[in-house]
């Protein structure tokens, strides 16, 4: 039975944490943290898990509970029994083929009493961060995500407008990021959602001035304004001026929100001076021409009259395609774009800051101290590991130009010596004279020749004394210099060092 409507609903008493629920179809939820109020009811995190308590931010669910008497979680309830089940939305989602349709999915519902009170309760999906929070902190929306916002809310309100519903309070508050999925944006709220059809007849245009200014006066239509019930173009009215809000950073009729007879007035005028009065107003220097024509176009339908959904799509998309963008793409506000005003206290940092994505989404299991404290150790290990083949494979390059240096010395050594058929030598010289010329006659001229030699060429003969010996005779004869001595006593220190390396390489392994 639907609730008596009253004039102000009253918030009711909290209920303590731990509490256990159970709904219509005998499902078990237990409450956790209180997260948020409205004008009617309390929003907490909630669990299927009852043997153990709800953590914050592995919590997947929200209940949503007011008093059985109130009347806007009942209006919310009813639009999700009747238009909004998963395999309704499924069927369109296939049959428009899109990939995602942001309504939150609804888990159940069910009364409960605490102290004496009777409670009405409600599970749905939890979601993220409101637009509202990020716009504020923002101060404006760039025109591409405006543009994909507006796409993506088409989507949903043609789904809802076919199953005899409008939303009736479009805004930047009611739209949500998702908990798991952040560049998902999801149209929440419906307790003042409206069946504007039913068993597909379409209520009649009247006007009631005791109704007058319905909704939230900033985005409100101008037939909620004249207290006529919700419609379709209405709906799609409100989402025009959250769209020009968005990107321009304000509306013209926001210095005289205390009155909506004022601020009736300047929508009236906004819209009879279309395009001009929306092109002019954006103060950002971003065009405005695709917010114009959705305006004008929504501007044109009749109370009663179908939209053109697909034609104002259109309008959206050819804005994205002029610039290269998807509509189907990132958010450019998703959690890792958060941006906070300079202005901004830590405190309100803290309190607006994004949701973390859940340690079960992210698969990440829950280790022990020990088990981390082990896993550290590994670690540790590892990278000393690294480390030492890092260093071995530096010394193995040391030695390895090592090598090179003393090959290229030996060369520099072999290359001083001289080679035997070498005709230079006087020796060599004499000998070749005398059997070119064997008189006995001129070789008893000169039997003491050599002995006569100067000194340099001495020298040649000792260099040929030491060949007939050979090479490795004669650097056995060679003293050391200072120079060899210190590569020789170099080469002994890395080989040492290289044997204290594979000692401790081989222990860590």
Known sequence: MAPKRQEKSKLPVPLPKGMILKDTEGKTWQLGNMIGSGGFGLIYLASPCVSKPVWDEDALHVVKVEYQENGPLFSELKFYQRAAKQDCIKRWMALKQLDFLGIPQFWGSGLAEHNGKSYRFMVMERLGMDLQKIFVQRGRFQRQTVLQLGVRMLDVLEYIHENEYVHGDIKAANLLLGYRNPHQVYLADYGLSYRYCPNGNHKQYQENPRKGHNGTVEFTSLDAHKGVAPSRRGDLEILGYCMLQWLCGKLPWEQNLKDPVAVQTAKTNLLDELPNSVMKWNPSGNSCREIAQFLASVNGLAYDEKPKYQMLKKILLNGLESNGILHKGLLEFSA??????????????????????????????????????????????????????????????????????????????????????????????????????????????????????????????????????????????????????????????????LLILVVLSLYFL
């Open 336 to 497: 890792a774009g958060y941006i906070r005003s300079a202005n901004a206290s830590s405190k309100d940092q803290k309190v607006n800051a994004p949701k973390p994505i859940t340690k079960q989404i992210n698969q990440i299991p829950n280790k022990s101290k020990e088990e981390r404290s082990a896993e550290s150790h590994v670690i540790w290990r590892q990278v000393q590991k690294e480390k030492m083949v890092g260093l071995i494979n530096s010394e193995a390059a040391q030695k390895s130009t090592v090598r090179r240096h003393k090959h290229q010395h030996h060369q520099e050594f072999l290359s001083g010596v001289p080679e035997p058929p070498n005709k230079t030598s006087y020796e060599y010289f004499s000998s070749s004279f005398r059997e070119d010329f064997p008189s006995s006659g001129l070789s008893s001229h000169h039997p003491s020749y050599t002995d006569e030699m100067p000194t340099q060429f001495s020298a040649k003969r000792i260099n040929l004394e030491y060949e007939s010996k050979g090479f490795w005779s004669t650097v056995s004869h060679l003293t050391l210099s200072e120079e060899t001595k210190a590569d020789v006593y170099h080469y002994s220190l890395t080989i040492f060092f």
